[in-house]
Structures are given as C-alpha cells and as structure tokens.
C-alpha cells in the first residue's frame, strides 16, 4: 500500500461529498502530521549515518584501515509500519507510532569485522547526544536460525527551525558475511511463496557458522598480518566485547 494508493481511495471516498480542492486539502491535513514524523526520522537517521562516517574516518587515521565497509540506511515503508503496529496490537496514530515503534529509522553499519563492531558501538554510545534505549546482542547470542548482528536502539535530538525534538534509531553493525547471509535469508523468509523446509534451514543454519568462523578467521589474518593497533595493545576481539559491555552496564545504571 503505497500513500499514492492511501491518497486515491481517499480521493474516490471523499468525493462525492466534497469539492475537488476542498478533497485535496481534507487529503494534505490528513497526511500532514505522517509526513513531518517520517521527514524528523529522516534527519535523526542522516544525523546518525554522519557520526559513523565521522568515526570511520577518525579510526582510519588511527588505525590505518577503515572499520567501516558500508552504511545502508532505510525509513521503514507505510505498509510497513501498518504491519508492525497491527503486529504489536498498538494504535496506528502518529503519537503510537512515535512511542512503540523503534525501527522506523535504521542505520546498518557494515563492518570489516566482529571486533569493529564492537569498537564502533563503543565509541558511538560514548557521545553525549546518544542515549541507548536498548540492545540485542545476537553476536554474543546468535539466534537459533543463526542471525548474527548487534542492535542499539538510540534516542537523539534533531533541532529544528523552533525546536529540539528526541528521535528514536536502530542501529544494527553487521560485518559483510553476517549482512550477506541476513541479506539471502530476508528474501527467502519474506518470499511468500517460498516453504522454508527444515533443509533449508539447516542449510542457513550450517551457512551462518561457517561465515561466523570466516570472520573470525579472516580477523587474525589481519591481525598477524597488518598488525593491528589495537590487537598490538592486546585489545582482543573478546576483551573488545567485554568493554563495551562493562560501558554499557555503567550508562544503564
Ligand atoms: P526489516 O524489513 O529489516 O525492517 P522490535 O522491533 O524490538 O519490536 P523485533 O522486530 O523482533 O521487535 O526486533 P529485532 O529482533 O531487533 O529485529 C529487528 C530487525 O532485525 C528486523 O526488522 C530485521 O531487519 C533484523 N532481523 C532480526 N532477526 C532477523 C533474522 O532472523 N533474519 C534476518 N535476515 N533479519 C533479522 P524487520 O522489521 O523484521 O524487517
């Protein structure tokens, strides 16, 4: 259902009652307050893609390499929301939406590997305009399909013409095998005329521990090879994970 669509059936629904302008501007008031929401989602979530191109280009510095492959950002579709919120069994009003509804701006961040992940999400939870809301932590516990990636659910301000307003974002850090799975694994799922049989999904399963030593792997390659300067420093994968976890429990406190 796209708001092309939402807008015709109103359009055909209203008018036999009312003038053609009169229509179009019931139609404007109407979809006013859902176009200014997604438009302050879309601020927080360019704000938030700038930080991790603003800490990526930091950290080549530092350590001579990107951590960061890619950004992909998204606003969640219409049809979308209307499915998450029938979904959740919350209101579909721009003040529900607003308040149970934690994805609709989402920021991925691609990384070179695991123990990027973790440096990153330190380092962003660190600012003082980022206020952690949540966390799943699905590398530490992947889920029992395989689905590996960390999600922070972020409040930040956008500060408009006449005021500051608190947004909410997903972040979710992937490295490229783990968004390369997820990625294969979203279309099948969501392909609705596709049965996930118990082979494939074992097949996904055995994929998604086989990417998970290949980073692991491919990690001390880079490590032995390029010398990391935070390997050199003895900052390992895990002691990474544990800091960013002994941050987190201070800043939830
Ligand atoms: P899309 O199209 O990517 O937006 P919550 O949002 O906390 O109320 P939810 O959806 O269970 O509830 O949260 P969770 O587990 O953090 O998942 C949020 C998003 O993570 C999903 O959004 C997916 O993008 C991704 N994700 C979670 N689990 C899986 C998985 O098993 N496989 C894949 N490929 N992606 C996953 P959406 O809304 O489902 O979809």
Partial sequence: MSSDFTRQMLEQLLLPHFSKS?????????????????????????????????????????????????????????ESIVDKAIRKQVP??????????????????????????????????????????EKKDYIANPKPNGYRSLHLIVETPIFLHDKKKMMKVEVQFRTISMDWWASLEHKIRYKKD???????????????????????????????VFGDKEAMKNLTYSKRQKRFYLKEQSDLN
């Fill in 194 to 224: 596709v049965e996930i049989t118990p082979e494939i999904a074992q097949e996904l399963y055995d994929c998604a521990e086989m990417s998970a030593e290949l980073d692991k792997r491919m990690e001390t390659i880079q490590n032995t």
């Fill in 92 to 133: 579909l009003t721009v003040e529900s939406i607003e308040q149970n509804l934690n994805d609709v701006a989402g920021v991925r961040v691609i990384c070179s590997h695991p123990s990027d992940i973790y440096t990153l999400a330190d380092a962003f939870l660190k600012q003082d305009d980022i206020t952690l809301i």
């Fill in 22 to 78: 009169d229509v179009q501007q019931r139609i404007h008031a109407y979809a006013h307050p859902y176009r200014e929401l997604i438009a302050y989602y879309r601020c927080a979530m360019m704000h938030v893609e700038t930080k991790f191109n603003i800490l990526d280009e930091e950290l080549s510095l530092e350590y001579d390499r990107n951590p960061i492959e890619s950004i992909k950002t998204r606003l969640k579709s219409l």
